[in-house]
């Protein structure tokens, strides 16, 4: 991996609210095509009222939702008027067509493929105090295979996103390898999220830091405890190691937004945003909606303009701006029937 450059710090403080940041004139979102690859799943979100017993039970409310990181990712993109495509595995059963018919109306053009006999993914998500805590069945989410896939897909594609999920285990994480080629091939760019601590480093620090440096993505995601997990306590900058432009997201801290200043890594920039802050709610997907957010303004720039300072704190209001939106609006139950 390349030595870490020197920086120099630019701090932005800035409330989000409001409108999304425009595009520049001609700039068309709807002719920017995005696709992301990986996980489509049904959220089992339970909220009990109170704490739970054990060996009892507490009223309480259960609710059947559209999950996995990806789709997330793409649903939101889709509705910020961008072409967004998702490549996933699902089953072939119910709640797979109804993932999938839900996601279509929401004008994601979903690529499911349904390899072999098994179920669709789902996720428990157990919310207490604001907090989250999952059971992940991933079912046939992994078994996306670089055969699925078809190189059409990619066609003028101007960047693909892979949450770490999707780089974790086979077949799913050779497809991903597969998609990053089609990408590439075509003048795309690569985004990749770390997603979660405790699946990226379940096979140690040194493991998932070469995960990351064999796809040498473009814009890499973090929450802080991800980026401090995986880089060992170091400081954001070192994220750029892995990466010419790393965004790390703190909640309802804002974002803190770091780039290589050039090609050769002479000098980082370094910026933060502020984020006006949201009453206690259900966090899910709200990282997702932000990495859609900053990839609906970094993703329809050019390469020039990427790493410029006023592309990336734009990028970063409007990230912010879309996890609010998600967190604050009416989640809306999966239709089964």
Sequence with gaps: MPSLPTHTRTTVRRAVHGPAPRQRPGRDRRAAHIVVLGDLALDVVVAPGRALVAGSDVAGSVSLRQGGSAATTARVLAGLGLRATLVAAVGRDPIGRALVRDLSAAGVTVRAARPG????????????????????????ADALAPEHLSESWFAAVRALHLPA?????????????????????????????????????????????????????????????????????????????????????????????????????????????????????????????????????????????????????????????????????????????
Excluded: C, M
């Design 117 to 140: 006999v098994g179920r669709t993914a789902r996720i428990a998500v157990v919310l207490s105090g604001g907090e989250r805590s999952f059971v992940a069945d991933r079912g046939l």
């Design 165 to 337: 999920y999707s780089l974790l285990t086979e077949p799913l994480a050779s497809a991903a390898g597969r998609a990053v080629e089609l990408t590439r091939s075509n003048g795309g760019a690569i985004s990749v999220d770390l997603a979660s601590t405790e699946p990226l480093l379940a096979g140690g620090r040194r493991k998932a830091l070469a995960l990351i440096d064999a796809i040498a993505p473009d814009l890499l995601f973090a929450t802080a405890a991800e980026a401090h997990a995986l880089l060992g306590g170091a400081g954001p900058d070192a994220l750029l190691r892995l990466a010419p432009t790393a965004v790390v997201k703190r909640g309802s801290a804002g974002a803190t937004v770091v780039a290589r200043r050039d090609v050769a890594g002479a000098g980082v920039l370094r910026f933060d945003v502020a984020t006006r802050p949201l009453p206690p709610v259900d966090p899910t997907g709200g990282g997702d909606a932000f990495d859609a957010g900053f990839l609906s303004v970094w993703a329809t720039a050019t390469a020039s303009e990427r790493n410029s300072v006023a592309i990336l704190r734009r990028a970063a209001v409007a990230a912010n701006q879309a996890a609010a939106r998600l967190l604050a609006g009416a989640r809306s139950e999966l239709a089964l029937s």
